[in-house]
């Protein structure tokens, strides 16, 4: 029986998706959907084992995964990544730059210049590095979705993050930069902008009750999100159902900037 108009508007059958830093968090969230979906799904994180393990459950669980480690805080890395994904699945329709980073706490001036220089590389540099490959190697003939995970952070700081804060504004910039950019292509550049998720990169935030209260206090629903109530909007962004949205930011946020 044929897919209903509905499910094919949302499907990912037989198309390639790279998602960074999806051995866990919201990465492996989106990677589990994305499955589902029917994509074959490339699994990214500096550590190999845990990508091989994240794998090994998706395709347990009847999907399509291949592992593929490296650091996209370099560009040898990202090529790497786009590479060996290319490899094994042939294809990359759909690029999520999900990894990020956050090693330093406090006001963006006080910030260490070696924190913010790998706070850039793996958060802004990196994604314009995956674009610039995936691009090259599939989607300027083929075209494509591009997702990047910003945060709410780039729209409304915090004080506790400066130099992360400034990033995720960048990141902002680079969507809308790169959807001006590759439109013509058919390849369509959005955001996600996500706010307080329980993960490990967040667990300061979530565990800390004066952090958290201050900034769930600040929302609409009063609480944090589960990482896979950031995923659906992944898959919206990624499928034809969003055809015609690009240089946009979504925030899944809770009400946090409203
Ligand atoms: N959690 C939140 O509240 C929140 C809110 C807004 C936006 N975000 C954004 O959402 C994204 C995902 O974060 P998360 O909260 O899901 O974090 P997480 O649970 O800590 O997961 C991060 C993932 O990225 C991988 N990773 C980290 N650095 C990497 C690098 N240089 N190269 C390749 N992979 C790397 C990690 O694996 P390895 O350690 O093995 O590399 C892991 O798979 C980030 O961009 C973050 O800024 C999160």
Redesign the pocket.
């Known amino acids: 029986m044929p897919p209903s108009p509905l499910a094919e508007r949302f499907s990912l059958a037989g198309r390639g998706a790279l998602i960074?830093?999806?051995?866990?968090?919201?990465?492996?969230a989106i990677a589990d959907l994305f499955a589902d979906a029917g994509a074959i799904v490339g699994i990214?994180?500096?550590?190999a084992e845990?990508c091989e393990e994240a794998a090994a459950e998706i395709n347990a669980a009847g999907g399509k995964a291949v592992a593929v480690a490296?650091?996209?805080?370099s560009a040898e890395?990202c090529e790497g990544v786009v590479r060996a994904f290319l490899e094994q699945a042939g294809r990359i329709d759909v690029l999520v730059n999900?990894?990020?980073?956050?090693p330093q706490f406090g006001p963006l001036l006080d910030a260490d210049e070696g924190a913010i220089n790998r706070i850039w590389e793996?958060?802004v540099l990196?994604p314009v590095r995956m674009t610039r490959y995936a691009v090259s190697a599939w989607m300027r003939d083929n075209g494509g979705s591009v997702i990047n995970?910003?945060?709410?952070?780039g729209i409304k700081p915090e004080a506790l993050t400066g130099a992360?804060n400034a990033s995720?504004a960048a990141l902002i910039s680079v969507t809308r930069t790169l959807s001006r950019e590759l439109g013509t292509s058919r390849i369509r550049v959005n955001a996600i902008?996500?706010?307080?998720?329980?993960?490990?990169?967040?667990k300061v935030?979530v565990e800390t009750p004066q952090i958290h209260d201050h900034i769930v206090g600040q929302t609409a629903l009063g609480r944090?999100a589960d990482?896979s109530e950031i995923a659906g909007a992944a898959l919206f962004l990624a499928s034809d159902a969003s055809s015609f949205v690009t240089g946009s930011v979504l925030t899944v946020d809770g009400g946090w900037t409203v």
Not at 20 to 28: A, E, K, L, Q, V
Not at 149 to 153: D, I, L, Q, T, Y
Not at 193 to 202: K, N, Q, S
């Open positions: 960074t830093g999806s051995s866990r968090g919201i990465g492996r990214n994180a500096r550590h845990a490296g650091h996209v805080g890395g999900n990894a990020g980073t956050n793996v958060n990196g995970m910003a945060s709410v952070a992360y995720k902008a996500p706010g307080l998720v329980e993960t490990r990169l967040a935030l944090h990482p």
